[in-house]
Each structure stands twice: as C-alpha cells, then as structure tokens.
C-alpha cells in the first residue's frame, strides 16, 4: 500500500473477524513500529501483546468494573481536561456518529454499552498495550503517540485494521492483574488489532477533519506577501 493512501484510508476498526492473528505477524508488525521516532532516541515504549484467554480475562475484568459502576482511575491524566469549545463540538459530533450505530442493550443505555464494547477492545482477537517506565523522559507521551500511529499504519500492510483505545486504560488494576505490568510502568493506551468485519455497520463510521485552510497561518516574510 502506498505511504499518503495509508495514511489517508487507516480509520478505526471496531468490529473484527474472530480469525486469529498470529505471532509471528504481531511480532513483525512491532518489529517494523520500533522504527518510530523519539526525542533524543530515548525509546520510551514496551508492548504488552494479549491474545486468547489473558484477553477475554481482561474483557471480563474490565465489563464487570464498569457494570458495578466503578469510576475510570486511568495512570494519565487523560481525564482531567475534558474537552471545551470547538473539541466538544467536535466530540459530540463524533458521540452521535459512533452511538447511532450501537445497538442499545436492555437495561443499559447506549452510551455504556459503547463504553463497554470499547474497554473490552471491541472483541478483536489481539490486544496491544503499550506501557511506559515513570522514569521515562518529559517527551514520552509525544514519542508513544507516534509508535501508536505507526503500528495503526503498518497494520494495514498485513490486512489488519486497529482502533487506538484510550479506554483499554480506564481500569489499570485490571490490566494489572491479568499482565502482571508492575506499577513501575504507565499503562498509556491499547490498540485493537484484527482482520476487519467490513460487513459490520460499526465499522461504517466515517469520521471527516478540519479543512487545512483553517489549521494553517504562513508567516511569510515581506518580500514574499
Ligand atoms: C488517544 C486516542 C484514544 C482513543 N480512544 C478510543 C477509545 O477508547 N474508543 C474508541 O472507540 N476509539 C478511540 N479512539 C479512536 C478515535 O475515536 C478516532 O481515531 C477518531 O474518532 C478519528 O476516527 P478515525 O480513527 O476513524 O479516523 C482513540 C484515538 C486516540 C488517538
């Protein structure tokens, strides 16, 4: 696949095939996302790969915490700045986009069955978390954001789509319990890896962007205005 078509066709998968994926592709796919930039190469990253019965033990773990109701308490402040002005217009436009497509299930309401389907990585049959040391350097969360891009991109080169999930890490003491990441590491996001379900109307969404225009102010000097 071409770089810019990648790039400009990789959106969030969050309905999969069950088919497998298997390690030796997992372990390319991380292999090749090693490659990602960070500041002064510090490297910043670990991956915790769940498969199988760790991950359907970490789905359970994680639906029954929200089904009691308990509060996220992720390692990152994610939280802590809910978004304000144009991002919450922008996030609601996304809320209703993605919850007309999630069928409500009784007794709950169609935010919390997202929620759900979310934290349990929408039953794709791998699970990447990457974690990273508290002694890691002021820039980790840059360099991780970018590894993260760069293992939704490389995804697609095997056929696999992914959803990044802030909400893998709503619930660390459960991710704790069943990976045995130690509270020496940050757990910072999971992405979603499998063979898409195009067929899924979950994986209908189609999400748009800003126009460059409006992002964008060139400061040209005089002789060239
Ligand atoms: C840091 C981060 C956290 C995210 N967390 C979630 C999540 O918990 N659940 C989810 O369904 N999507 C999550 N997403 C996916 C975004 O909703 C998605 O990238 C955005 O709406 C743009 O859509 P697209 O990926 O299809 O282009 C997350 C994306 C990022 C970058």
Redesign the pocket.
């Known amino acids: 696949m071409e770089l810019l078509e990648a790039i400009k066709s990789?959106?969030?998968?969050?309905a999969y095939k069950p088919d497998p994926v298997s390690e030796e592709v997992l372990t390319e796919l991380l292999e090749v996302a090693r490659w990602a930039p960070s500041a002064t190469n510090t490297q910043p990253w670990e991956f915790f790969v769940l498969t199988g019965n760790a991950l359907e033990d970490l789905n359970h773990a994680t639906t029954a915490n929200i089904r009691e109701g308990m509060k996220p308490n992720p390692d990152i402040a994610?939280l802590e700045t809910p978004p304000k002005g144009p991002y919450a217009t922008r996030q609601q436009k996304?809320f209703k986009?993605?919850l007309d497509l999630v069928k409500p299930e009784e007794g709950t309401n169609k935010m919390q069955n997202?929620f759900e389907?979310?934290?349990s990585n929408?039953n794709a049959p791998a699970l990447i978390i990457i974690v990273a040391d508290k002694s890691a350097p002021g820039w980790f969360i840059f360099d991780i954001?970018i590894v993260?891009?760069t293992i939704?991109l490389a995804a697609q080169e095997y056929g696999l789509g992914t959803?990044?999930?802030?909400?893998?890490a709503?619930y660390p003491d459960c991710v704790r319990r069943v990976t045995g990441i130690p509270e020496s590491k940050r757990i910072i996001?999971?992405i979603a890896v499998g063979y898409p379900d195009w067929d899924d109307p979950l994986n209908s969404?189609?999400?748009g962007?800003e126009p460059v225009e409006k992002l964008v102010t060139w400061c040209r000097t005089a002789e060239t205005r």
């Open positions: 990789r959106r969030s998968v969050r994610a996304f986009q993605i997202w389907m979310s934290a929408y954001g993260t891009q939704a959803c990044i999930l802030g909400d893998t709503a996001i999971g969404l189609q999400t962007r």
